[in-house]
């Protein structure tokens, strides 16, 4: 384990290096790679010199045991090591923590959508709650939201809602939530008070840069069109909408959110490369799903990852088969839980398949 450790610390060292040389520097992509590796490895270097310090004392206290007479002596290098084994085992469990592979991914922002599914009015009404959970925990984090599109229910919420999220790891964190979301409770227009179960599906992506993915602008079919409002009426005279088509695989983004055609084409072309993507996304996680027991991540988004159950209070997650009775908290944004729970369970699987 020493020996890999070391290596870990040389290719720390040998990166520190490489990011300070104006040929890497220049070449931004590479920089920004490895830069991201630089800041992770730092990480794992301050728990291995802390561990290779425990060695040291280890080493030493077990040499005064042996060899030493004075028995004031071999007693205290007998308490340090009790002391530094411990706290061994303890580093030994970080670091296997620390070298499971991370998604490169993880430290991306990212493009979240939000759609009613079945249920109807209601399924919008639950759309529209899920964006306020999501938003009230972006606030806790200090992360940045952006509008990009969206499509008001007849009765309230959302038919369909997308946007955009700044911050320090943000797609580590919210790839978690894509899936399908099921409510189950009364409705408003409910009279008998009978529990109607409604659903809306939320699809997480990680938000690319201009060179992770070349877009030629001759693959790109551009429409513009009035704003619309709920039930699909226009809502201005300017056609300051805007529909992107990228012709070669038929993916289809647009944004109607800001006055300027100009935005919305900018907003439209980020959530079209990040789609773009996540099609290769998909295909690497459906691999890694196939050796993997269980896939936590973000699996098929078909598969219904959790149910907010109302007259229960409880909220389930069917990924873990973990159970909260906190649904007024979680509803309010207070999702930390959840997804804790989910990275556990991630990366306990990735350890087990070494």
């Known amino acids: 384990m020493l020996e890999k450790l070391h290596a870990i610390k040389d290719r720390f060292i040998q990166v520190s290096e490489m990011i300070v040389d104006p040929e890497i520097i220049s070449d931004m992509p590479q920089y920004i790679k490895l830069n991201k590796e630089y800041k992770e490895l730092g990480l794992i270097v301050e728990t291995i010199d802390k561990y290779i310090s425990i060695i040291n004392n ?58 009613a599914g079945a249920g109807g009015d209601e399924a919008s009404i639950f759309a529209g709650d899920l964006f ?29 809602i997308i946007f955009s999220v700044s911050g320090t790891d943000v797609y580590g964190f919210l790839k978690y939530e894509s899936g399908v979301h099921r409510v189950q409770r009364v409705p408003q227009t409910e009279t008998q008070g009978r529990v109607h179960t ?21 693959d790109i079919k551009k ?13 201005n005279t300017t056609y300051s909408a805007v529909r992107l ?86 509803v309010n944004g207070d999702i930390d839980k959840l997804i804790e729970e989910l990275q556990i369970a991630e990366n306990a699987e990735k350890l087990k398949t070494g």
């Open 223 to 235: 429409e513009t069109y009035c704003s619309s409002g709920p039930g699909g009426q226009s809502v």
């Open 58 to 115: 280890i080493s030493e206290a077990k040499d005064i045991l042996k060899n030493e007479n004075d028995p004031e002596l071999k007693e205290l290098a007998k308490i340090d090591l009790e002391e530094s084994s411990e706290i061994k085992v303890k580093l030994e469990d970080e670091i296997k923590i620390l070298l499971v592979p991370k998604d490169p991914d993880d430290s991306r922002n990212a493009v979240v959508e939000i759609r």
């Open 245 to 330: 088509t990228h012709v070669p695989t038929g993916v289809v983004a647009q944004c109607q959110d800001q006055k300027s055609q100009i935005k919305n084409y900018a907003k439209a072309l980020k959530v079209l490369r990040s789609r773009i993507y996540d099609i290769e996304l998909k295909k690497r996680n459906e691999e890694i799903a196939g050796q993997r027991k269980t896939m936590v991540k973000t699996g098929d988004r078909s598969d219904k990852i959790r149910t907010y159950n109302y007259p229960q209070g409880r909220v389930t997650d069917h990924r873990i088969g973990l159970t909260l009775y906190s649904l007024g908290e979680i």
């Open 132 to 160: 306020r959970m999501y938003t009230k925990f972006i606030d806790s984090r200090k992360w940045k939201q952006e509008l990009m599109d969206f499509s008001e229910g007849v009765s309230g919420g959302f038919k369909e």
């Open 198 to 218: 409604s659903a809306a599906s939320v699809v997480v992506l990680p938000e690319v840069e201009d060179f992770d993915i070349e877009l030629k602008e001759s």
